[in-house]
């Protein structure tokens, strides 16, 4: 008798741990993924693809990562740009030196260099929190893009200090340089999007996710606990750095096609925290929300007014801008730390009793 | 309230933790000054004393989180000075906080999740791919962490962030959480502090349901003397950080000292 109904609990906890325990959450991202995989390359400009969904991919990687970071395991970073350079400066090198490397193996490999990077800078984090290490990672975003720009070696002595992504191939189709459609570099990001986001799913839905909330919780409990506070840092430094740098890598390849270091600045840094912020500090959908929102909200400025038959002047549209991202991230941190991911859960539970207002 | 839980009822082996002589100050402050006494297997003591007494910096030296400048604490059998508070963990230590010290962020469920780290296996790896081993792992200490959800009566808050919770509730998940670990020694500093009558008593009877049906071996601070007379076997006694008493319920209760440093100012 018992046995059976324990067998009973084991099934129903694994429907419970599932990472959407209602069906219509199924159906709903079944429905975008759908639309992700089959309509948007079949009806979309390239405009649009390059311009938008694009940037909104790798942003949406880089925000994961820092998200696995700040709103999980509670570390501030404004190293993010840095660890980005990371990614996209030794897809490069390793591209070059190795031609016949296969290029998703070349991004992983960047990848776990921007992780080790990534450890070394967290190291400061076992002795600093909050503000201080926030310092400290600046100075990991000033150090990075110093050497990237200085250290020729890196941009393989290019007089014009320049990385161009050359062209390569995955399974006959070219998805980098300059022959790439952008419906071909679109479904790469994508493809590797899909499969990163399920996987920091699973990670912060587990023991590894557990560490990192008790160590932003309360870091001395989490030690009485039986955590280890430096492994399970440095594992959120390493893990959130390595999708940093997959995201660096896909800038390169998969978006701009050629890049300085620039491209991987400070405002890169602090753009990538403002869609955590905005998003949802310690929520998957809120990192894809908030990158959505800060590669649109340029897109829809500069040309919503045009739509609508208007003259907006360019600057004004700038200042625009960043007076909502301003307004936005001043509510979203004083109102609703858990960003537009607590918004959309909060409307979906009304929808749920709707039309009862209780 | 139960009552009269005697060494009768139980097996009560032999001493698994043993303090002897520790000495703690902080700059000027002495908090504790060569303390001596045992805590023998299975049994529920209790460490009570006066406000600044030394009892939660007692607890604070057992778990690896207060290093004592002198004397020595052995725990099972294995003598140790300097202890990093998770490899405490390590050894089957676990413990509860004067002021909760739950994770705020995350659910009832997560915070007793945490619990079970250290039987969990799988490394991240693992769980990047959720699938085989370490769903199956996830699964078992879920289906456990049920249990103890069940044992304490907090299924209907399984899924609220604990931040939330009324304190009483905290306090009792906070226990889940230390229960979770399956403890040999079960720390508990001032588990009923706060809480009103029937708050306590649902807490008493936690507390003896735990060493009764898992042997585990209970240190509790507790200023309820009334608590303190029915659940434990033998009572510590600290003022000023000294050990004032030790003994059974009724020698420190009829202990002259006592009445004067403890019991009397208490009362006046
Ligand atoms: N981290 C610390 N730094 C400085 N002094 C401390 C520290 N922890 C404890 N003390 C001091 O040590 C003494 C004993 O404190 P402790 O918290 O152990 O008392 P207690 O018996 O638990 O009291 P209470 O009943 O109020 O909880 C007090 O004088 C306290 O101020
Ligand atoms: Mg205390």
């Known amino acids: ?358 | 309230m139960a009552n009269g839980n005697g060494g009768n009822r139980r097996r009560i082996g032999g001493v698994i933790l043993n303090v002897e002589d520790v000495s703690l100050s902080f700059g000027g402050v002495q908090a504790l000054e060569q303390v001596t006494f045992s805590v023998r297997e299975g049994e529920i003591r209790a460490i009570i004393g006066p406000n600044g007494a030394g009892k939660s910096s007692m607890l604070n030296c057992i778990n690896g989180f207060y290093h004592p400048q002198g004397g020595t604490i052995t725990y099972k059998g294995n003598k140790r000075k300097q202890m990093r508070p998770h490899e405490a963990a390590a050894q089957g230590i676990a413990r509860t906080f004067q002021n909760i010290a739950l994770f705020k962020g995350m659910t009832t469920l997560d915070n007793i999740m945490t619990g079970r780290n250290l039987k969990m296996r799988r490394n991240f790896l693992w769980q990047a791919l959720y699938i085989g081993p370490a769903r199956r792992e996830e699964m078992e200490h879920r289906a456990f962490v049920e249990q103890i959800i069940d044992f304490l009566e907090i299924q209907a808050i399984r899924k609220q962030p604990v931040g939330k919770l009324p304190y009483g509730l905290q306090k009792r998940v906070e226990l889940g959480r230390a229960l979770a670990a399956e403890p040999d020694l079960l720390l508990l500093d001032e588990p009923m502090a706060g809480m009103n009558t029937e708050e306590k008593e649902d807490m008493c009877r936690f507390v003896l349901d735990v060493n009764d049906e898992f042997g585990t071996t209970i240190v509790l601070i507790e200023h309820d003397m009334g608590v303190v007379m029915d659940i434990s076997d033998r009572v510590v006694v600290l003022d000023y950080g000294k050990l004032l008493a030790d003994g059974t319920p009724d020698d420190v209760r009829g202990n002259k000292q006592v009445i004067d440093a403890y019991l009397g100012a208490v009362h006046d």
């Open chain 1, 1 to 358: 008798m018992l046995y059976r109904e324990s067998g009973q609990f084991k099934t129903s906890y694994e429907a419970d741990q599932a990472i959407l325990p209602i069906p219509q959450d199924r159906w709903f991202l079944m429905a975008v993924l759908l639309i992700a995989y089959l309509v948007i390359p079949a009806v979309s400009s390239e405009y649009m693809l390059q311009a938008v969904l694009i940037p909104f991919l790798v942003f949406a990687m880089a925000a994961i990562g820092l998200n696995l970071l700040l709103g999980y395991a509670g570390q501030l970073s404004l190293g993010t740009g840095g660890f980005m350079a990371v990614g996209a400066y030794m897809t490069y090198k390793m591209t070059t030196a190795w031609p016949d490397m296969d290029i998703i193996v070349v991004f992983l490999l960047s990848g776990l260099c921007a992780a080790g990077v990534g450890i070394i800078f967290g190291i400061p984090s076992l002795r600093i929190k909050g503000f201080y290490l926030a310092v400290a990672t600046l100075a990991a975003q000033f150090f990075l893009s110093w050497m990237f720009n200085k250290v020729e070696w890196f941009y393989n002595y290019n007089p014009s200090g320049t990385i161009t992504a050359p062209p390569r191939t995955v399974f006959g189709h070219v998805v980098t340089g300059p022959e790439a459609t952008a419906e071909t570099r679109y479904m790469v990001a994508l493809i590797l999007v899909t499969v990163f986001a399920l996987i920091a799913k699973n990670l912060v839905r587990g023991r590894v996710g557990r560490s990192w909330m008790a160590i932003r919780d309360m870091d001395i409990a989490a030690e009485i606990i039986g955590f280890k506070p430096y492994q399970t840092k440095l594992l959120a430094f390493a893990i959130s750095s390595f999708y940093c740098g997959i995201a660096g890598a896909m800038t390169l390849f998969l978006w701009l096609g050629s890049v300085e270091t620039e491209a991987f600045a400070i405002n890169i840094s602090f753009q990538v925290l403002f869609m955590v912020i905005i998003g949802g500090l310690g929520s998957i959908l809120g990192s894809f929300l908030g990158a959505a929102f800060i590669t649109l909200v340029p897109v829809l400025l500069t040309n919503a007014p045009q739509l609508a038959g208007l003259q907006m002047a360019t600057d004004l549209q700038k200042h625009l801008e960043v007076m909502i991202f301003g307004g936005l991230i001043i509510f979203f941190l004083i109102v609703e730390p858990h960003g537009f991911a607590r918004l959309w859960q909060i409307t979906k539970e009304k929808l749920r009793r709707w039309p009862f207002p209780y």
